[in-house]
């Protein structure tokens, strides 16, 4: 999945070695999993060569780390023009985000 960290979330992934990102649209920090229980255990950490960009490998609790309820939030795959969904929904997002 791609995401965002600010200093916060960067601060809190290195304290709890959970995922944390920040959220753009509800301008606030979020645990990954923390509503679906679809956690992400950090194992590894890379920076890129400008210190811009983190890498994270992580341990994906629960099976999916997409909320439309796919393993990965790269389901779809372009084949010449046609755009192909490539695996099958690991949990239905209705059943798991009750809000």
Known sequence: ????????AWDKTIETGRAHYWSRSRQKLWLKGEESGHFQVVRETYLDCD????????????????HTGFQSCFYRRLEGAEVIVSEEPV????EVYRK
Request: hydrophobic share 50%; charged share 20%; glycine share 8%.
């Open 51 to 66: 210190l811009d960009t983190i890498l994270l490998k992580v341990e994906q609790i629960g099976g999916a780390a997409c």
């Open 91 to 94: 949990f239905n997002p209705k």
């Open 1 to 8: 999945m791609l995401a965002y960290m600010n200093e916060l």
